[in-house]
């Protein structure tokens, strides 16, 4: 009788959470407008600058470069981005990452 009692308690949740007096939530409030302006503050900015040989997408945030999206008309799309914030652009390479581990030699003969 006593390993039945937790399955019985166990069926009779779902007719129990039934019988809760449920109340629907109250709706969301807007956001204030100071939050607007902010999300409006980082969304990049894009201008795209198209010419005969490739396409550029300069991706910018309050006014400063960080980003270039060249899509040359033969071959594949590359990144040139600013990493350190200094206006020299490196090529994003999936191949080569940023963090690399540490390859020292501890003994060699």
Do not use: N
Request: aromatic share 10%; net charge negative.
């Amino acid at each position: 009788m006593r390993r039945l009692l937790p399955f019985a308690l166990f069926a009779a949740l779902p007719v129990w959470a039934q019988q809760a007096d449920l109340q629907p939530l109250p709706a969301v409030p807007p956001p204030p407008p100071e939050m607007e302006a902010f999300d409006a503050a980082i969304e990049p900015q894009v201008t795209i600058v198209k010419q005969e040989t490739e396409t550029r997408e300069e991706y910018r945030i309050k006014g400063k470069l960080y980003m270039i999206k060249v899509t040359p008309a033969v071959g594949p799309a590359y990144y040139l981005v600013d990493r350190h914030g200094d206006g020299v652009f490196m090529k994003a390479d999936s191949v080569q990452a940023e963090i690399r581990p540490p390859m020292w030699i501890i003994h060699s003969w």
